[in-house]
């Protein structure tokens, strides 16, 4: 977090935002005590972050924090929360680099709020090699956290909190074209507005991050078909959102120029042969997160068709107009017209209602999204105009 991050916000929302924050250290207390309270941050924080009224509230163990956060999540559902302690994870032994993992009290608290606007911070002794992430935490920090640093933390948090809230309504944008990606560059466009987004979600693999391209790419997308929304722009156009659909069946006509794109890129040449190694053999990356075994089988050995639909995003300042409706539909429309017969996606289980509405279910699965460390849901949707031999339920 060292570098100024630029984040698109929208300025016509104030939401209100509780942090609530415990630590079990008293030098770590009162270092973020000071820190919080600082003329510095104070008044950084109301010019930079105009869109939250945020408050702060100290608790006096992890389990009263636990409750404070029910008090203010249950009471209402425009509310959002940060919990910020030095003891929500532990360090685990691992081979090579020390691994971490959430304390079981951390554990209950992600589970219980993860279908409201949370997202958790976890501090860590300066002492200690800090990871770039932790599994199922938003962000790492260290004990000696700058003003700047902290600034930083609150952007990224808020801006990840306003993506994962229901939007403000706003009229559809004039002569916006929802259609498929037709010509390379807006393939790489595509592949850039991705990257803007997920790393405000904290959805990039970390090697992608590490890469520098600023392209959100996969080994995958030589696999896909791809979606966006096109506003005319001058003489051109400018992408504000994207879908993708993956299929286990050709034709993959975006094949070339993904590969032409990553091959371009020397930074993610590696990265590119690794993911083919791993998701070839699977295809699906659902199949590679969660055990759905006997639908597998039916893939691979009666030749049926399956889909998963992902990279559903608008640009921030086009929410609410009812693109990504659009960018899902496509994508539907598209996975019948290839006679897919079972469309899943995994998603965080805030979003399970938002896919509800396109006829998505949940499986009941959930895994660990590799590269990502986000615990995700898996859910599924069967082709309306195919004759299916068996319930979803069945294959799962
Ligand atoms: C998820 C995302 C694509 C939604 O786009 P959007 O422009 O905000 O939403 P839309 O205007 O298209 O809304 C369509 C409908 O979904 C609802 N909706 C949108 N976001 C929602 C949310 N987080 N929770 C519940 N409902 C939501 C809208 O209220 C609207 O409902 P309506 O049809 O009843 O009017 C957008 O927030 C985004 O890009 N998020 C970051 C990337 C991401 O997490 N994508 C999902 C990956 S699984």
Known sequence: MSQSISIDTNPGLRRDLIVVAFF????????????????????????????????????????????????????????????????????????????????????????????????????????????????????????????????????????RLSYLARPEKCPRPKGIEVRSVQSQTELYEA??????????????????????????????????????????RGNGTELVGTSRLITTSGPYPYDTWTKFIARAHPQLRLLFKNQQAA?????????????LNKYIRKVFLRGEIAGELSRVIVREGWRGTGLSSELVNVAIAKADACGVHYMFLECLEIHEEYYNKFGFTALGRAGEVVGIGKTMIGMGRTAKAKETPFPLEALV
């Open 24 to 159: 079990q250290n008293e030098s770590i207390r009162s270092y973020f005590a000071k820190l919080i309270r600082s003329s510095e941050v104070n008044a950084q924080q109301d010019l930079e972050i105009p869109n939250y009224a945020i408050q702060f509230e100290y608790s006096g163990t992890l389990e009263n924090a636990a409750d404070r956060l029910s008090h203010h999540l249950g009471s209402r559902d425009d509310i959002a929360a940060i919990l910020i302690s030095d003891s929500l994870v532990r360090q685990i032994p691992a081979r090579g680099d020390a691994a971490w993992e959430l304390v079981p009290t951390a554990k209950v608290i992600r589970d219980k709020f993860a279908q409201k606007l949370y997202v958790s911070v976890a501090v860590l002794q300066q002492s200690v090699r800090i990871p770039n992430r932790i599994s199922n935490i938003d962000l790492v920090l260290r004990s000696d956290c700058t003003a700047p640093a902290w600034l930083d933390a609150l952007k990224l948090l808020t801006a």
């Open 279 to 291: 998701f070839a053999p699977w295809r699906l990356p659902i199949f590679h997160t969660m055990e």
């Open 191 to 232: 592949f850039r507005l991705r990257y803007a987004v997920y790393k405000v979600m904290g959805y990039l693999d970390e090697e992608i991050e590490k890469s520098g391209a600023n392209l959100e790419l996969h080994w995958c997308d030589t696999i896909a078909l791809h979606f966006g929304a096109f506003l005319p």
